[in-house]
């Protein structure tokens, strides 16, 4: 009997040792359902670049990774940078004109991806030089003095120049002329200025000349019966009757 319990014994421990534990189920993967291109340029110039971001939808999804490629790396090229949250972050640069259609993949399989175009334009063409001509250096009190601003290379993109005077109280600039860069320097009262043309476009080029605003000698039978007129042509003292 001692003999018969001592291999029921056996046989349950060996029983016991075949049982296999039941697996844990895997969870189940969120795929990507949705990728959304932010902070894309439609438009920029060759040599600058901007921090874009893929944002992953849903926020839970498994795998929030993508991958950043460009059609055309000759005219823009986009390199991942980190991940943060529910999205990626890259670099996109422009490296020559042209267009170029930058796509963010999901990597988890789900073929989600988003497409974007864009539309790389030519580096603009800056002033190296400017050079101002004026008819005469001095001016009297009440007239004008012509100047005109020279800039180069004549095919700048942004030919056009911003006048400034070192003191308003002795001489005023008023630009005539646009288009060919020109202004008349306007005496207002006896003493020396310096007269700047600065370019427009950013490059900081700039060109100055002295100006010597003189008395007018012209006299009036009262000062206080005077009174300064201008025209589309003229500047001067003119007295009231």
Known sequence: ???IFTILA?????????????????????KVSQIKLVGMPTEFTVGRSFTISAVITPDDATDKSVTFTSSNPEV????????????SLALLKA???????????ANDGSGVKAEAEV???PAPKMVSDISITMSKSEVKV????????TV?????????????????????V??????NNAADVIGVSPGSVIITATAKDGSGVTASVPVTVIPNKTTFASPANCHIVTTADTYALKAVK
């Open 142 to 149: 009440g007239y004008m003095v012509r100047a005109t601003a």
């Open 174 to 179: 008023r630009v005539v002329d646009v288009k």
């Open 10 to 30: 056996m046989a349950a421990l060996l029983l016991a040792g075949c049982e296999k534990e039941t697996p844990e189920p895997e969870p189940i993967a969120v």
């Open 1 to 3: 009997m001692k003999r």
């Open 152 to 172: 180069s290379p004549e095919d700048a993109t942004n030919r056009e120049v911003t006048w400034r005077s070192s003191n308003t109280a002795i001489a005023i």
């Open 76 to 87: 823009a090229t986009v390199e991942y940078t980190k991940s943060e949250y529910n999205y």
């Open 119 to 121: 539309d790389v334009l």
């Open 95 to 105: 490296v020559g004109p042209g267009k170029a259609t930058i796509t963010a993949t």
